[in-house]
């Protein structure tokens, strides 16, 4: 497999994040989703569908950006392959039942409900 293949596979645009840290640094559980990313237009753009401001956010990897979304459902594409990207283990849907909640966005979608 050529190089190039295996480094647009694992580009990270952003993380899907269930929680914040409160002033004190302590964890807090959000009723609605929360997005961060170094890439202030990607999460430009999930304002103008989930709603919130993009705000900047230090995060553990430098400056960083955060959008605090204004839902509680998200549309999540998941590529074809052999199962979930290899950085994203199972694990981390927390519960979620992809084939319970999903929509009818299309084959290899799934809807994440908090």
């Not at 204004?70 to 998941?78: A, F, G, M």
Request: charged share 25%.
């Amino acid at each position: 497999m050529p190089i190039i293949n295996i480094q647009r596979k694992l580009t990270e645009v952003g993380r899907i994040r269930l929680g914040a840290k409160s002033d004190k640094g302590a964890p807090q559980k959000l009723d609605k989703f929360r997005l961060t990313s170094k890439s202030k237009e990607a999460l430009d753009a999930a304002a103008e569908v989930y709603g919130g401001v993009v705000k900047p956010w230090a995060g553990p990897d430098g400056d960083s950006f955060e959008l605090l979304t204004t839902t509680n459902v998200l549309d999540v594409v998941v590529p074809p392959g052999n199962g979930p990207p290899a950085a994203v283990p199972a694990s981390a849907l927390r519960g979620a039942n992809p084939k319970k909640n999903a929509g009818s966005t299309g084959k290899n979608s799934v809807v994440i409900k908090l």
